[in-house]
């Protein structure tokens, strides 16, 4: 079937039983200064992505050394193994909705997030929040490209043992050389992965999720056999209760918990597109998200919980706990899983989004591979191992404040596309200027001011907060940068989002009419 666009325009979109939009050849300008091969909508026929490749993509981005400290850090601050994993479930279940509605458009139109952004924020404007977005990615992957390369070194340097050349090694920049050379190796495999585009990514996924959930299970095996059992950590009393002292660390450690793949809800068309309907995107993401980050936390509790009884202490970090194995042979297995995490997790949350982003900048000076290029430039240039020194600065305070600032964006993308369009959209316009999405000269201003609103209410009360001793442990007001907002800082991604979806709707006066699918 087929439907006619607006009156005056040629588009033509035809609709396949799926409810997934194509568009006709010619339906906008060739030469579109908005529209590249990257940008375009992914023709039918290449959106072919089923449920296994959407949970391997999950189980591959969630499997990684920072979702298995996740569970220390609810630990530490005084949950039972019990209440730190229903922490992590339950961040990530409410996660998932956000996740789903934004993914809804991918294999419906089969654009990207920088794209779908057009809708709400006008064909200019779109650039705000994909800049933002593709900034927090470029830092991060630098920051995991970096971790990548030290578990190279890291692990290398067990096998060759203590006061070998490779440990030894003479310094550059306060680091042994072979540090570096790891570093570059690992930033050149992901080069050589992102460089063969999409289907290289969800290849890495397919393969990389069975080999490391069977790593992390063999760990769990091994460190069972060495202790005999588990016991002390999952016998460890909680010291908040379940009474008030729990649900004052509750709340904003489910904050925490959903600002870790909070970004990803809001970019998640890029991979969305490639769907082969929506079925296969709800049900992979519902399959792959909340389960691997429940069952991931349970077994990093487990292990922990038996090197605490082999070791005498409870030793977090995978990575570690591998280079104390007596084999050589199950160091190299415990190093090979340990960077396919890494790199699976680096390149399609931290790569892919940047690629496209910065395409939707300039599209035709910029394609998907040159974004990905640049996006890699920029990671190394911010010089993330000095970024690893001082993370209270940056990655707990800058990239924590830019995070929060996304949950806004992600409300405005869900008001516009579920509640003010009703999933419709003009698909050429998205790609044409002078379109309803033109707005003024390519902005719209409502979507500026629900984003700057919600921005002020999810980031205006950020604090640092202050020891014993009254030093700051960031670079915040210890009362908040705007101290009556302070109470909603530790929910300030939630917080951003309510309110621009209130506001957005409200500014754009309920619902716009949509071409229909049929």
Request: net charge neutral; aromatic share 12%; glycine share 12%.
């Amino acid at each position: 079937m087929t439907e006619t666009a607006p009156t005056g325009s040629p588009t033509v979109q035809s609709v396949d039983a799926e409810g997934r939009i194509e568009l006709a050849p010619g339906a906008f300008p060739e030469d579109s200064p908005f529209a590249n091969e990257d940008l375009r909508p992914v023709p039918l026929a290449e959106r072919r992505w089923t449920t296994y490749n959407f949970a391997a993509l999950w189980i591959g981005m969630a499997v990684n050394v920072p979702s298995w400290t996740l569970a220390a850090g609810l630990v530490a601050l005084g949950m039972d193994w019990k209440q730190s994993v229903l922490t992590i479930a339950l961040g990530n279940v409410i996660v998932l909705l956000p996740m789903l509605l934004t993914g809804h458009a991918g294999p419906k139109y089969g654009i990207p997030f920088p794209v779908l952004a057009r809708a709400s924020f006008g064909l200019r404007g779109a650039n705000l929040p994909a800049l933002l977005r593709g900034l927090v990615a470029c830092a991060w992957f630098g920051i995991q490209t970096w971790i990548g390369g030290q578990s190279i070194y890291f692990l290398a340097g067990k096998l060759s043992g203590a006061g070998s050349w490779w440990t030894d090694a003479g310094k550059v920049g306060g680091y042994p050389w072979t540090q570096w050379l790891c570093f570059l190796l690992f930033f050149a495999i992901e080069i050589v992965i992102i460089l063969r585009g999409m289907d290289a990514v969800r290849r890495l996924e397919n393969w990389a999720a069975p080999l490391m959930l069977a790593g992390a299970v063999a760990l769990l095996v091994w460190i069972a056999n060495k202790a005999g059992g588990f016991g002390p950590l999952l016998d460890q009393p909680s010291q908040l209760g379940w009474g008030a002292d729990f649900w004052k660390v509750f709340f904003p450690a489910l904050m925490g918990m959903i600002g870790f793949w909070s970004t990803l809800s809001l970019n998640i068309p890029d991979f969305t597109r490639f769907g082969a309907g929506q079925k296969a995107q709800v049900w992979g993401q519902s399959l792959g998200l909340p389960t691997t980050m429940a069952a991931f936390a349970l077994l990093s509790v487990l292990v922990t919980s038996g090197a605490q009884a082999v070791y005498g202490e409870p030793i977090w970090d995978p990575s570690q706990l591998a280079a104390r194995m007596d084999s050589t042979i199950g160091v190299l297995f415990a190093l090979f899983i340990l960077l396919l995490a890494t790199l699976s997790t680096n390149v399609a949350a931290n790569l892919v989004s940047p690629a496209y982003d910065l395409s939707n900048l300039a599209p035709k000076l910029i394609n998907f591979r040159t974004g990905a290029l640049i996006a890699c430039c920029i990671g190394v240039g911010i010089f993330p191992w000095k970024l690893i020194e001082n993370p209270d600065v940056y990655i707990f305070t800058w990239l924590g404040t830019v995070g929060g600032l996304l949950g806004t964006v992600v409300g405005i993308l869900i008001a516009d596309y579920w509640l003010v369009r009703r999933t419709h959209l003009d698909l050429s316009g998205l790609y044409t200027e002078g379109s309803r999405y033109w707005y003024n000269s390519g902005w719209n201003w409502r979507a500026l001011v629900a984003f700057a609103v919600g921005a002020v209410l999810a980031v205006g009360g950020s604090y640092s907060n202050v020891d014993a001793d009254g030093n700051k442990a960031g670079p915040f007001p210890a009362d908040g940068l705007i101290p009556f907002l302070k109470p909603l800082a530790d929910y300030g991604w939630a917080v951003g989002l309510a309110a621009s979806v209130l506001l957005y709707v409200v500014l754009m006066g309920g619902r716009e009419r949509e071409p229909k699918d049929v």
